[in-house]
């Protein structure tokens, strides 16, 4: 139960702007194995990454508080990562459809079942590196 509230409170925390410090960016590549790449996910966890993958689930927006778009992606590696990509601070991916390719850059929070990609937008108070989505050949953020 403690790991569950931990995981809860390092969410909001990222969703809410606690973390003052610039994380430098790190790729997010097809090189790693599956042991490599859970080591990398855990060691990554709270940095901001880059990397693209295809889109295999669309998900209800999250409009509880700051409103959320929120999707699958599968990675090379087949990993999975949720994106929850801010709609109050960035534009909505309007033609996102299953199968669509979507690079990214943003902030990474390592969990079990691959991991919530956030900070996908600019920083409104300059304190961070600012993240983006990518569909298309539009950049959001």
């Known amino acids: 139960m403690k790991k569950n509230w931990l995981a809860l409170l390092v969410i909001l925390g990222v969703m809410f702007g606690s973390q003052a410090a610039v994380s430098r960016s790190h790729e ?23 990397g693209s993958g295809q889109v295999i689930k669309l998900l209800a927006d999250d409009n509880k508080g700051s409103r959320h778009q929120r999707f699958i992606l599968r990675l090379a590696q087949g990993q999975t990562l949720l994106v929850a990509h801010n709609i109050d601070l960035a534009p909505y991916l309007t033609e996102l459809r299953l199968g669509d390719t979507v690079a990214f850059c943003g902030e990474y929070i390592w969990n079990k079942k691959g991991g919530v990609l956030h900070w996908t937008h600019h920083d409104p108070q300059a304190r961070r590196a600012g993240g983006w989505l990518k569909h298309q050949g539009r950049i959001y953020h």
């Open 28 to 50: 997010w590549g097809a090189t790693h194995t599956n042991t490599q790449f859970s080591h990398y996910n855990k060691t990554h966890h709270k940095q901001q990454i880059t």
